[in-house]
Every structure is written in structure tokens, then in C-alpha cells.
């Protein structure tokens, strides 16, 4: 721009009538079709069912060694070969009871460690060293350790299950009700909130996030050391437990250990059942109806 | 002001040689969300001229922000078309910036410098660090934020940000310069000095700018052409002159007398709104 | 109004109309001290550091004294010296530096294939919507799946190797920063989204100079999390089957000491792990936390 143009003007004018009826549809709904493929769930078990489809019909193809890749459809006939005649359900069940006895009486160590910490200076230091120095320890890693204390058994995987629950939701409820703002902190003490009322109704919705964080950070933990206990002493700790089959990590490895693939898939199969009924349908709930109805997402 | 030739909802040529620089031509715009399909504007026509300070005026939920994003290019428009300098638009581009309404438009991973030199060197403004440098000192100190070229945009108030991204805009120097509601949220005496301040600047190099607001006096002292759009779905009732108006004339009858006309224009729709309603409601 | 309306307002207090008044200068001398001093030992005790230390040496002391008083079997629990002589040794006399070289050479392969991986999906993701459903999809299906349970299919597939290792810590890392990463991108706001395209922003570079930057708090607790996973895999994979694999990385170390029942030899192999673990997430994250996301102002 070389020289600056000056104002173009222009007469004005004004609309007499705006013709309401012209207007055709202000808001229209969309047509069934639009909405259906605008559903996600829709489009999801479309991509499922065409990714099982081209499996299946690779494997055919491409003639895969079972022991290499079984087919989708001998990967579910051993799937319900495994839960009619191989008790895999009863499998998921041991799982499922070791895994919610540790997952509990951790939550439960982890409020006390917690409510210490949120109380004084000192105890939240203690806090976060022993945070600091044993987070960062796979439980795994004290398998050994444990069974050396507790002797084979469920009591040396549920002490696994125990570090791998505590520490990350000691270390993020802490850091949650730390960082509830000082303004709501004020109001709450405005309306003569005190003691447990005082955490119970406004430090645990204010910080819920930060908490269902570390709810779910010590539940992907304690679902990869129970699987991984099973695998590495799965065999000897299910001998010792009176006629019972051991757990699902048990059945992956035995299964690998006879060569038989399509069974180590469905054991696989099933671990991830578990897994996205969890985290997908549990902890969505609870999601769905706290933090994002409140508005206040974690990140 | 017994302008009023046309009543028909078109524009009228302008009696210069000049021609439009932003050509908008019967422009209907729709949301489309997970049930229903929105209209935000029907068939809205209007032409933007070069030195314009061309001001959208109506309710709010009329549709401004959306006709500003539809010209910006995040919007493809379901009938009509938009033409700058002759070419239709069909993306986003550095020929047409836009300063939100939104406070996080800063990108915060950058200084208040950096937010600025960023757009100058991505917007292939210029490819010179030290150039975009220079550039963005200029303009942080137009909108007299010297002493905070270095702060991260968290540090700073609302106002300040507003500032900011004022800043990176007029620093572009776009084509048209899309500005929504760019002093809603300032304080009366920083909104005051920076509309003297956008008045100054145009003073000095005349750009093109599209603004959009909620108030009448603002409309009439920053803009020198008004665009009146009518309630949801936005529609054109009014495209008024007011190169004439401004910070001195406030309180003199002429503005006053535009002010009135605007707000009735304005305030008919509210009582027809009204009616609208009420008659649904009876149903 | 009614009357009685009217007579009560007679109870009601009255408005008290003062004289205005105008402060023309503040004495600033006359406000006292604004600030004093805490004395020193308040303010030593007040360093974070110095608590934690303290802390710290308090917990190894407890731990001697009970072992040694107590006369605790060295095979249940071993003394504070005795695991940490062990250590000495290991580290200086024996081959535990090179345990340790072999199980982070393993980590850092596996954890920036892992990444790269994760970019290259995310990339895809973007791309299409298609696309950003088949990972989506995936990673909710695969991130709940412990990578150590793929650990026998690897090993068919891949043998005794670091092979198979790699492929784990692959797997660990993977879902979890493309799950963090992706919903990290779709929180993008929409603002910043239309600024980057109005600089005429697109493609790689749209991606690279708006959407990371903007996701950056997510993709790192991807990255944390995708860390904390894969150590947490090596260690197990490590515990099922390093010695296979030649030269055994740091859970094979721990593994055979507690086969050979050197408790101490435990010790001190969790000492190392503890302490790799500490640097990682309490130093390398940290900092970069503190350089980026922290300094930015988008997380405290
Ligand atoms: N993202 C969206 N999805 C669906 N509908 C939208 C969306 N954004 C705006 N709308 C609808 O479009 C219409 C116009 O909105 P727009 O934001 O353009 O109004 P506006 O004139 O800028 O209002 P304001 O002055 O309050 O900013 C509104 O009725 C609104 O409901
Ligand atoms: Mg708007």
C-alpha cells in the first residue's frame, strides 16, 4: 500500500420487511442416516468387526502357522473351550478376588497415609518422600521379597498389590487436596465447614479429579503386577492353594507353555475384557457422573 | 439520513470508482450439531470497501461471530459466496486476521513477543527474525504494553491479553482485519484508549477492518459504516453511515439522533422476539 | 405500601451522613517494619530439602537399629549396611554396572520406538477420521492389557531375546502416550485451533506448532505414564526370563539373588531400581515440566 485509500461513501439503506417465512428451516433435525454414523459406538464396532473379518480371512489366506497366529475363529472356539471345559472363568474369579483384596486395603492404607499427610507439615513430608522413593519401584520387584516373607500364596501377591496400589493414590490425592484453591477453601471455612465434614464435603469433591487420577493410575498397576505375579510364580503359588486352578496369567502361560496359541489368545482375550470393563465402563461411569458433570475434567 | 432507497435486503454500488475489497453475497451459514441443524445467518449481503472500518451491529445469538468466521474461512458457507478482492475464500489465511472474543487465543507456550513474531514469520509476513522483531516491539508499544514483551501470557490480566492479540492482529497489517468484540471485556478507560488508539493507527495507515460489537456508541464512534443484522437467524435490516461520528461528537444531536434509530431498529425485533415467543409458549 | 409498612420503617436505623474526607499523603515511615526476618534454624528447617533428608536418614537409622538390636535373620531382613556394602560391591567389584547399562540400553530403545510409534499413529489419527476412530479403538483395547502378558507370544514370536523385550516395552509405552496424546489434541481449544489456521498453519506443521505445544500437559503425562509402565514391564520381563537372554539386565539380578537367597543382594538390586526410577521421574521429568508446561503457565 502506497498511498492510504480514503473512505468509499456510499448511501445507506434499511430493510422494511424481513420476510420471517423466508427463512426456511432455522433449526432442522438431521436425517436418521447422519445421526446413526455420527455415533461413535456405531462406527467403533464397525472398525472391530472389519479388523476381525481381515484377520480372519489373512489367516486363511496367507495359510499362518497356528503356532505363529491363530485364526479370529480358533482363537474363539478356544475361548469357549476355556471357559466350558478349562474353568477360565473360574480363572478370571481368583483373579479378580486377589486383585480386589489388594486394590481395597491399599485405597484404605492410602486414605490413613493421606489424612496424616493433609494434617501436618511433617506428615506430609514423610508423604512425599516415601512417595518420591517408592513410586518409581515396580511392585514386581518385590515379588521376591514377598515371597520370601509370606511364603507362596495369595498374601505374598496381594503385598505386591498393595505397594502398587498406595503410592499413586497416596501421591495424587495429596497433591489434589494440596492444590484446592485457596478461595474454595475460604468459602468452605465460610460456611463453618470443620474438621472431617470439612474433607469429606468440600477438599474431596474439589480435588475428585486429581483422586479418580490416582485411582486409576493404582488400578492399571495392580492389574499389570497381578498379571505379571501370576506369569512369573503362577504355577507355584496356585500349587500351594488347596485344588484351586490359579489365575488368568496363570492360564496364558500355561497354555503357552503346551504350545496350544489359540488358547494363549483367548486368555489374552480375556485380559483384555477385564481391562476395558474397567477402565471403559467402571471409571467412565464414575467419571460421567462426577468430574465431567461438574465440569471440572482432569488432565 | 433519508437514505432509505432500497428496501430490498441488497446492497447498493457505491458512487466512487473504488472497488469492494470483501464482497459477501447472500451468505447463509449453518451449524450442524449432534441433533440439529443451526442457521446462524440467511442470505446476508454486504460489501466491505477498502479503508472501511465496517461495523456488525445486532443482538446477541444473531449470528456476527459466525459471518466473521465465515469470512476468515473456518466456515464454508451452504448458499452464497465470499470474495476477497475478486477471489472466493475458501480456507483460513494471513490475508484476513482475526482477534477473538475469547481470552485464550494467546498461545501460551509463547511470550507476549513471541505470540507476536509467530504470526509474523508463519504468516509470511517476514521470513527476518530480527525484522519480526522490530515489527512486534512496534505494536507492543501501540497498545502500551512495553516492559511485558517477555512475560508469558498467563501472567497477564484479561485486559492485557486482549492487548495482545490486538497487537498481533493490527501487526499483520491483513487485507481486512476481522475483530469480534475486541474491547467487551476491557475496563471503561482502557476500552476508551484503545478505541482512540484503533482511530489513531487507521489514522496513520487506513487498513481495512471488520468489527464486531454490542454497543451502539462504539459501533458509531469506531466504525465509519454500520451493518445492522436482525435477531437469530441474522438477517441485513440496516447499513448506515458514521464516518462522521466519533469520540468528539458524542453527546451532539446527530449522534444522538443515529443512536435512536439503531436502538429502535434494534428494539422492534425484541418486542417482535417477544411476541414470537410467547405466542410458542401459548401453544 | 400499607400503613404498618410505613410505621415500621420509623425502628429502622438511619442513614448517618458524614463529612467526606481526601488522605493528601501517606506517611510511609510511620507503617513499621513490613517484613522481619525468621530467624536461621526456622529457616533452614523451612528448606524442603532439609526435611526430606532429615526424613530420610531417620528411616535407614530405624532400620539399622531394629535389625541389628533385634537380631533380625539376615535372610528375612538384612541391615542397612550389610544391603549396602552388597551394593558397594556389586557396583564396584562385580558386574551390577553392566546389568544396570544392559536393562536402560533395553529401556531407552524400547521406550523412543515406542514414541515414535505413538507420533506415527497420532499422525494418522489426525488425518482422518477413520483413522482417528481404528486408534482410538485400539488404544482403549490395548492399554488395559499388561505388556508383560504379551511376553510369552513374544518370545515364540521373536525367541529368547532383547528382541522380545523391545516388543513389550513397545507395547507398554505405545497405548499409553497415543491414548494421552490423542484425547491431549482433542482438547485443543477451539481458539487456538482457528489461530493456527488463520497463520495458514496446515498438515505437519499445523500439528508440530499448535497441537503439541497446546497438549503438551497431556502428552507428557502420556510419556510419565508410558515410563512408569515400560520399568515396570522390564523389570518383570526381566524377572521371567533374563538370563536367557545373555547378559541379564537389573531384574535378573534381583531374580538370582533371591534364588541363591542373598536377601542383601535383593536389597541392594532395589536400591538401584529405586534410585534409576527417582532420577527419571523426580529429575528428567521434572525438568522439563518446569522448563515447558510449568513455565507456560499451563500447569502448577
Ligand atoms: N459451535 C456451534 N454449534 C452450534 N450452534 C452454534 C455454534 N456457535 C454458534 N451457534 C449458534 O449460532 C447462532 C449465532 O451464534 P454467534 O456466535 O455467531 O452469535 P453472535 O452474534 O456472535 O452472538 P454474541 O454477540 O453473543 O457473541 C447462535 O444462535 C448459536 O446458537
Ligand atoms: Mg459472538
Same mark, same amino acid.
Given at each position: 500500500?502506497?498511498?492510504?485509500?480514503?473512505?468509499?461513501?456510499?448511501?445507506?439503506?434499511?430493510?422494511?420487511?424481513?420476510?420471517?417465512?423466508?427463512?426456511?428451516?432455522?433449526?432442522?433435525?438431521?436425517?436418521?442416516?447422519?445421526?446413526?454414523?455420527?455415533?461413535?459406538?456405531?462406527?467403533?464396532?464397525?472398525?472391530?468387526?472389519?479388523?476381525?473379518?481381515?484377520?480372519?480371512?489373512?489367516?486363511?489366506?496367507?495359510?499362518?502357522?497356528?503356532?505363529?497366529?491363530?485364526?479370529?475363529?480358533?482363537?474363539?472356539?478356544?475361548?469357549?473351550?476355556?471357559?466350558?471345559?478349562?474353568?477360565?472363568?473360574?480363572?478370571?474369579?481368583?483373579?479378580?478376588?486377589?486383585?480386589?483384596?489388594?486394590?481395597?486395603?491399599?485405597?484404605?492404607?492410602?486414605?490413613?497415609?493421606?489424612?496424616?499427610?493433609?494434617?501436618?507439615?511433617?506428615?506430609?513430608?514423610?508423604?512425599?518422600?516415601?512417595?518420591?522413593?517408592?513410586?518409581?519401584?515396580?511392585?514386581?520387584?518385590?515379588?521376591?521379597?514377598?515371597?520370601?516373607?509370606?511364603?507362596?500364596?495369595?498374601? !505374598?501377591?496381594? $503385598?505386591?498389590? #498393595?505397594?502398587? &496400589? /498406595?503410592?499413586?493414590?497416596? @501421591?495424587?490425592?495429596? =497433591?489434589? +487436596?494440596?492444590?484446592?484453591?485457596?478461595?474454595?477453601?475460604?468459602?468452605?471455612?465460610?460456611?463453618?465447614?470443620?474438621?472431617?465434614?470439612?474433607?469429606?464435603?468440600?477438599?474431596?469433591?474439589?480435588?475428585?479429579?486429581?483422586?479418580?487420577?490416582?485411582?486409576?493410575?493404582?488400578?492399571?498397576?495392580?492389574?499389570?503386577?497381578?498379571?505379571?505375579?501370576?506369569?512369573?510364580?503362577?504355577?507355584?503359588?496356585?500349587?500351594?492353594?488347596?485344588?484351586?486352578?490359579?489365575?488368568?496369567?496363570?492360564?496364558?502361560?500355561?497354555?503357552?507353555?503346551?504350545?496350544?496359541? !489359540?488358547?494363549? $489368545?483367548?486368555? #489374552?482375550?480375556? &485380559? /483384555?475384557?477385564?481391562?476395558? @470393563?474397567?477402565?471403559? =465402563?467402571? +471409571?467412565?461411569?464414575?467419571?460421567?457422573?462426577?468430574?465431567?458433570?461438574?465440569?471440572?475434567?482432569?488432565? | 439520513?433519508?437514505?432509505?432507497?432500497?428496501?430490498?435486503?441488497?446492497?447498493?454500488?457505491?458512487?466512487?470508482?473504488?472497488?469492494?475489497?470483501?464482497?459477501?453475497?447472500?451468505?447463509?451459514?449453518?451449524?450442524?450439531?449432534?441433533?440439529?441443524?443451526?442457521?446462524?445467518?440467511?442470505?446476508?449481503?454486504?460489501?466491505?470497501?477498502?479503508?472501511?472500518?465496517?461495523?456488525?451491529?445486532?443482538?446477541?445469538?444473531?449470528?456476527?461471530?459466525?459471518?466473521?468466521?465465515?469470512?476468515?474461512?473456518?466456515?464454508?458457507?451452504?448458499?452464497?459466496?465470499?470474495?476477497?478482492?475478486?477471489?472466493?475464500?475458501?480456507?483460513?489465511?494471513?490475508?484476513?486476521?482475526?482477534?477473538?472474543?475469547?481470552?485464550?487465543?494467546?498461545?501460551?507456550?509463547?511470550?507476549?513477543?513471541?505470540?507476536?513474531?509467530?504470526?509474523?514469520?508463519?504468516?509470511?509476513?517476514?521470513?527476518?527474525?530480527?525484522?519480526?522483531?522490530?515489527?512486534?516491539?512496534?505494536?507492543?508499544?501501540?497498545?502500551?504494553?512495553?516492559?511485558?514483551?517477555?512475560?508469558?501470557?498467563?501472567?497477564?490480566?484479561?485486559?492485557?491479553?486482549?492487548?495482545?492479540?490486538?497487537?498481533?492482529?493490527?501487526?499483520?497489517?491483513?487485507?481486512?482485519?476481522?475483530?469480534?468484540?475486541?474491547?467487551?471485556?476491557?475496563?471503561?478507560?482502557?476500552?476508551?484508549?484503545?478505541?482512540?488508539?484503533?482511530?489513531?493507527?487507521?489514522?496513520?495507515?487506513?487498513?481495512?477492518?471488520?468489527?464486531?460489537?454490542?454497543?451502539?456508541?462504539?459501533?458509531?464512534?469506531?466504525?465509519?459504516?454500520?451493518?445492522?443484522?436482525?435477531?437469530?437467524?441474522?438477517?441485513?435490516?440496516?447499513?448506515?453511515?458514521?464516518?462522521?461520528?466519533?469520540?468528539?461528537?458524542?453527546?451532539?444531536?446527530?449522534?444522538?439522533?443515529?443512536?435512536?434509530?439503531?436502538?429502535?431498529?434494534?428494539?422492534?425485533?425484541?418486542?417482535?422476539?417477544?411476541?414470537?415467543?410467547?405466542?410458542?409458549?401459548?401453544? | 405500601?400499607?400503613?404498618?409498612?410505613?410505621?415500621?420503617?420509623?425502628?429502622?436505623?438511619?442513614?448517618?451522613?458524614?463529612?467526606?474526607?481526601?488522605?493528601?499523603?501517606?506517611?510511609?515511615?510511620?507503617?513499621?517494619?513490613?517484613?522481619?526476618?525468621?530467624?536461621?534454624?526456622?529457616?533452614?528447617?523451612?528448606?524442603?530439602?532439609?526435611?526430606?533428608?532429615?526424613?530420610?536418614?531417620?528411616?535407614?537409622?530405624?532400620?539399622?537399629?531394629?535389625?541389628?538390636?533385634?537380631?533380625?535373620?539376615?535372610?528375612?531382613?538384612?541391615?542397612?549396611?550389610?544391603?549396602?556394602?552388597?551394593?558397594?560391591?556389586?557396583?564396584?567389584?562385580?558386574?551390577?554396572?553392566?546389568?544396570?547399562?544392559?536393562?536402560?540400553?533395553?529401556?531407552?530403545?524400547?521406550?523412543?520406538?515406542?514414541?515414535?510409534?505413538?507420533?506415527?499413529?497420532?499422525?494418522?489419527?489426525?488425518?482422518?477420521?477413520?483413522?482417528?476412530?481404528?486408534?482410538?479403538?485400539?488404544?482403549?483395547?490395548?492399554?488395559?492389557?499388561?505388556?508383560?502378558?504379551?511376553?510369552?507370544?513374544?518370545?515364540?514370536?521373536?525367541?529368547?531375546?532383547?528382541?522380545?523385550?523391545?516388543?513389550?516395552?513397545?507395547?507398554?509405552?505405545?497405548?499409553?502416550?497415543?491414548?494421552?496424546?490423542?484425547?491431549?489434541?482433542?482438547?485443543?481449544?477451539?481458539?487456538?485451533?482457528?489461530?493456527?489456521?488463520?497463520?495458514?498453519?496446515?498438515?505437519?506443521?499445523?500439528?508440530?506448532?499448535?497441537?503439541?505445544?497446546?497438549?503438551?500437559?497431556?502428552?507428557?503425562?502420556?510419556?510419565?505414564?508410558?515410563?512408569?509402565?515400560?520399568?515396570?514391564?522390564?523389570?518383570?520381563?526381566?524377572?521371567?526370563?533374563?538370563?536367557?537372554?545373555?547378559?541379564?539386565?537389573?531384574?535378573?539380578?534381583?531374580?538370582?539373588?533371591?534364588?541363591?537367597?542373598?536377601?542383601?543382594?535383593?536389597?541392594?538390586?532395589?536400591?538401584?531400581?529405586?534410585?534409576?526410577?527417582?532420577?527419571?521421574?523426580?529429575?528428567?521429568?521434572?525438568?522439563?515440566?518446569?522448563?515447558?508446561?510449568?513455565?507456560?503457565?499451563?500447569?502448577?
Amino acid at each position: 500500500m502506497t498511498s492510504a485509500p480514503s473512505i468509499e461513501i456510499r448511501p445507506e439503506f434499511e430493510a422494511d420487511e424481513i420476510g420471517k417465512a423466508a427463512t426456511g428451516d432455522v433449526a432442522r433435525k438431521l436425517s436418521l442416516w447422519e445421526r446413526i454414523t455420527d455415533m461413535n459406538s456405531v462406527r467403533k464396532l464397525t472398525i472391530l468387526v472389519i479388523v476381525l473379518v481381515i484377520w480372519e480371512i489373512y489367516t486363511r489366506w496367507a495359510e499362518v502357522s497356528e503356532l505363529i497366529m491363530p485364526r479370529f475363529s480358533s482363537t474363539a472356539e478356544a475361548l469357549l473351550d476355556g471357559v466350558f471345559n478349562e474353568q477360565l472363568l473360574i480363572m478370571v474369579w481368583n483373579s479378580l478376588t486377589v486383585l480386589v483384596s489388594g486394590y481395597f486395603i491399599g485405597l484404605l492404607i492410602a486414605t490413613l497415609l493421606t489424612t496424616a499427610a493433609t494434617m501436618t507439615r511433617f506428615g506430609s513430608d514423610i508423604l512425599s518422600t516415601l512417595t518420591a522413593m517408592l513410586n518409581p519401584l515396580p511392585a514386581i520387584a518385590l515379588l521376591p521379597l514377598a515371597l520370601l516373607w509370606f511364603g507362596l500364596g495369595a498374601d !505374598a501377591i496381594i $503385598f505386591t498389590l #498393595l505397594h502398587s &496400589v /498406595i503410592w499413586p493414590v497416596a @501421591l495424587n490425592a495429596h =497433591v489434589g +487436596f494440596m492444590s484446592v484453591s485457596e478461595t474454595q477453601r475460604m468459602v468452605g471455612r465460610n460456611y463453618g465447614l470443620r474438621g472431617l465434614i470439612y474433607v469429606a464435603k468440600l477438599l474431596i469433591p474439589a480435588a475428585f479429579p486429581q483422586i479418580l487420577m490416582g485411582l486409576k493410575i493404582g488400578w492399571a498397576y495392580a492389574w499389570r503386577t497381578l498379571i505379571a505375579a501370576e506369569l512369573v510364580f503362577g504355577g507355584s503359588i496356585s500349587d500351594t492353594s488347596e485344588g484351586t486352578s490359579g489365575g488368568l496369567g496363570w492360564f496364558v502361560f500355561a497354555n503357552q507353555m503346551d504350545l496350544r496359541i !489359540a488358547h494363549v $489368545f483367548a486368555g #489374552l482375550f480375556t &485380559v /483384555i475384557l477385564v481391562g476395558v @470393563l474397567v477402565e471403559n =465402563v467402571i +471409571f467412565n461411569n464414575i467419571e460421567n457422573r462426577t468430574v465431567r458433570r461438574w465440569g471440572m475434567q482432569a488432565r | 439520513m433519508d437514505a432509505k432507497t432500497d428496501t430490498v435486503a441488497g446492497k447498493k454500488p457505491a458512487t466512487g470508482t473504488a472497488k469492494p475489497i470483501l464482497e459477501v453475497d447472500g451468505v447463509t451459514l449453518q451449524y450442524k450439531t449432534k441433533e440439529h441443524l443451526i442457521t446462524a445467518t440467511y442470505r446476508v449481503s454486504f460489501d466491505v470497501y477498502p479503508a472501511d472500518r465496517f461495523v456488525l451491529l445486532g443482538p446477541s445469538g444473531c449470528g456476527k461471530s459466525t459471518l466473521l468466521k465465515g469470512i476468515a474461512g473456518y466456515m464454508k458457507p451452504v448458499e452464497g459466496d465470499i470474495r476477497l478482492k475478486g477471489r472466493e475464500i475458501s480456507e483460513p489465511g494471513p490475508d484476513r486476521v482475526m482477534v477473538f472474543q475469547e481470552f485464550d487465543q494467546l498461545l501460551p507456550w509463547k511470550t507476549v513477543k513471541q505470540n507476536i513474531t509467530f504470526a509474523l514469520r508463519n504468516g509470511g509476513k517476514t521470513s527476518n527474525a530480527a525484522e519480526a522483531n522490530e515489527i512486534a516491539m512496534e505494536y507492543i508499544h501501540k497498545v502500551k504494553l512495553t516492559g511485558f514483551e517477555d512475560t508469558f501470557p498467563h501472567m497477564l490480566s484479561g485486559g492485557m491479553k486482549q492487548r495482545v492479540a490486538i497487537a498481533r492482529g493490527m501487526a499483520m497489517e491483513p487485507d481486512v482485519l476481522l475483530m469480534d468484540e475486541p474491547f467487551a471485556a476491557l475496563d471503561a478507560l482502557t476500552r476508551l484508549q484503545m478505541q482512540k488508539e484503533l482511530l489513531q493507527l487507521w489514522e496513520d495507515t487506513h487498513f481495512t477492518v471488520l468489527f464486531v460489537t454490542h454497543s451502539i456508541e462504539e459501533a458509531l464512534i469506531v466504525g465509519s459504516r454500520i451493518l445492522v443484522l436482525s435477531p437469530h437467524p441474522g438477517q441485513v435490516k440496516a447499513e448506515l453511515n458514521a464516518h462522521e461520528l466519533n469520540h468528539d461528537n458524542v453527546g451532539s444531536k446527530v449522534f444522538a439522533r443515529v443512536q435512536q434509530r439503531i436502538h429502535d431498529m434494534l428494539f422492534a425485533d425484541r418486542i417482535l422476539e417477544d411476541e414470537i415467543l410467547g405466542e410458542e409458549l401459548d401453544k | 405500601m400499607s400503613k404498618t409498612a410505613i410505621k415500621k420503617t420509623a425502628s429502622l436505623p438511619e442513614l448517618v451522613v458524614r463529612p467526606e474526607f481526601e488522605v493528601s499523603d501517606l506517611e510511609q515511615a510511620q507503617t513499621g517494619e513490613v517484613a522481619i526476618k525468621l530467624s536461621w534454624v526456622e529457616r533452614i528447617w523451612n528448606v524442603d530439602a532439609v526435611r526430606k533428608s532429615v526424613i530420610l536418614l531417620s528411616l535407614v537409622v530405624v532400620w539399622q537399629a531394629y535389625t541389628v538390636g533385634f537380631d533380625v535373620e539376615p535372610l528375612m531382613l538384612p541391615s542397612f549396611s550389610a544391603s549396602f556394602a552388597t551394593l558397594y560391591n556389586a557396583l564396584f567389584h562385580g558386574d551390577l554396572i553392566f546389568k544396570i547399562w544392559f536393562s536402560i540400553k533395553v529401556l531407552i530403545i524400547g521406550y523412543s520406538a515406542g514414541l515414535f510409534l505413538a507420533a506415527v499413529l497420532i499422525l494418522l489419527a489426525t488425518a482422518t477420521r477413520f483413522g482417528s476412530d481404528l486408534i482410538a479403538m485400539a488404544t482403549a483395547m490395548f492399554n488395559p492389557l499388561p505388556a508383560i502378558a504379551l511376553l510369552p507370544l513374544a518370545m515364540l514370536w521373536f525367541g529368547l531375546g532383547t528382541a522380545s523385550l523391545v516388543f513389550v516395552l513397545i507395547h507398554s509405552v505405545l497405548w499409553a502416550v497415543a491414548l494421552s496424546t490423542h484425547s491431549g489434541f482433542e482438547g485443543v481449544s477451539q481458539t487456538l485451533r482457528m489461530i493456527g489456521r488463520n497463520y495458514g498453519l496446515r498438515g505437519i506443521e499445523y500439528v508440530w506448532k499448535i497441537l503439541v505445544p497446546a497438549a503438551l500437559p497431556s502428552i507428557l503425562a502420556g510419556m510419565k505414564i508410558g515410563w512408569a509402565f515400560a520399568w515396570r514391564t522390564l523389570i518383570g520381563a526381566e524377572l521371567v526370563f533374563g538370563a536367557s537372554s545373555g547378559s541379564g539386565g537389573l531384574g535378573w539380578y534381583i531374580f538370582e539373588s533371591s534364588q541363591n537367597i542373598e536377601t542383601d543382594g535383593v536389597f541392594a538390586g532395589l536400591f538401584m531400581v529405586i534410585l534409576i526410577g527417582f532420577l527419571v521421574e523426580n529429575v528428567v521429568f521434572r525438568n522439563v515440566e518446569v522448563k515447558t508446561v510449568i513455565r507456560w503457565g499451563m500447569q502448577r
